[in-house]
């Protein structure tokens, strides 16, 4: 073998990324803590990222669709669709809050007024146990006699107590503060980011894929871009599919509710249609509160709520939500499953949301590489295709 300056520049490369790699694993904690700093100051682009990602998603529909037809209107078309794209979303917040408001206002009014008769309620409990504890009082002053307690030192403990709670209470005060602020800032810097790539999508589009066919070979190139764009349609496909199902889950709740006339019908289903965008377990969360709010007004209705949940979730787990978000995605049901359930054991709720359209792009990936291997082995179709039916016997 002919060492070369491409083969020694390429030995070097393996060799400089193994000691790199060596290094990493015996320093994990500076690596992580690394890892850790770079995310917080990249917070805001990613986060602007995403929302621009989930933002484009309807802002491309309505752009499809908007002055058309209209040559002066080309100009306007991008920042009219970025308005009407943020007055859409701004509106479904609107009208959410404008069912869930006063549904949550009734029920604090009805725990207000709960709040005397329970009171009463104590009172007689209270003085209930004081009648009982009344024959028991005189044991109980001659043992408080018999107990030698150095008063001095407890309360002198008691108030090292008081001043650790309250510097505690102080410190992380603070720290509530910073971080509130923090998250805003970074929520800002994100939104606006978000704005500007909308804004420039196309643009910035065609710098990354001078970058990509800048630094990679033609072909490697070609299947990157294959790839983003698989992504790209896989995680929109998503986006499409976790809105519908939300959608459906929370009219079969205010219909259900409705028809077997439970209190807070439509709330409880704007609630659920909400938490339903967590994949499998956003229900719950909702489930939860609906069965709280029902509680105050009829506990027995709050039973018969949770039976409903419970039937309507195992319709929703197995049928709607397989069929509706795996065919949005191109993912077979048991596979859709699958994800949900590796990445909510991996990463929670971030792992549910983001493991299905990642399995679906290593799913489609595979089943093409599948493809070209059969092709290129000779493969017929009728080896790996489903047998036909065996014909009936003759009796």
Not at 50 to 69: D, G, Q, S
Not at 162 to 174: F, K, M, P, R, T
Not at 303 to 319: R, S
């Amino acid at each position: 073998m002919e060492w070369n300056k491409q083969n020694i520049k390429g030995l070097l490369l393996v060799v400089c990324g193994g000691v790199a790699f060596y290094c990493a694993l015996q320093n994990l904690d500076v690596v992580w803590g690394a890892v850790r700093a770079l995310l917080g100051i990249l917070a805001p682009f990613l986060l602007g990222g995403a929302l621009a990602f989930i933002m484009n998603v309807p802002m491309r529909a309505i752009e499809r669709h908007l002055l058309k037809n209209s040559r002066r209107g080309a100009r306007l078309r991008r920042p009219l669709a970025l308005v009407l794209t943020l007055l859409a979303v701004l509106g479904v917040l609107a009208l959410a809050s404008l069912v869930i408001g006063p549904g949550i206002a009734d029920a604090v009014m009805s725990i207000i007024r709960e709040i005397p008769a329970a009171f009463d309620r104590l009172q007689k409990q209270l003085n209930g146990l004081a009648e009982s504890l009344a024959a028991y009082l005189p044991m109980i002053q001659e043992w408080l006699a018999g107990v030698n307690i150095d008063w001095e030192s407890l309360s002198r403990r008691v108030l090292e107590y008081a001043q650790a709670l309250g510097s505690g209470i102080v410190s992380s005060g603070g720290g509530f503060i910073g971080g509130v602020v923090s998250g805003v800032s970074t929520f800002v810097i994100g939104l606006i980011f978000s704005f500007y790539i909308l804004l420039q999508k196309e643009k910035l589009s065609r710098h990354g894929r001078q970058v990509i066919y800048g630094l990679l070979p033609l072909r490697q190139a070609d299947r990157t871009l294959e790839i983003l764009r698989l992504a790209s349609r896989t995680f929109s496909s998503f986006l499409s599919g976790q809105c519908l199902e939300a959608c459906i889950l929370g009219t079969l709740f205010a219909v259900a509710m409705t028809i077997f006339r439970m209190p807070y019908a439509l709330l409880v289903g704007v609630l659920i249609a909400l938490t339903a965008l967590i994949p499998i377990v956003g229900a719950f969360i909702g489930c939860a509160v609906g069965a709280l709010l029902i509680a105050i007004d009829d506990p027995w209705k709050a039973l018969w709520f949770i039976v409903l949940f419970l039937v309507l979730q195992q319709i929703e787990g197995n049928l709607i939500y397989p069929h509706v978000v795996g065919s949005s995605v191109g993912l077979p049901s048991i596979w859709v499953l699958a994800a949900v359930t590796l990445g909510g054991s991996l990463m929670g709720i971030t792992g549910m949301l983001f493991f299905i359209p990642l399995c679906s792009v290593l799913y489609a990936l595979f089943r093409s590489y599948v493809k070209e291997r059969l092709a290129k082995k000779g493969v017929p179709p009728e080896k790996w295709r489903d047998p036909p039916p065996a014909p009936p016997r003759r009796r």
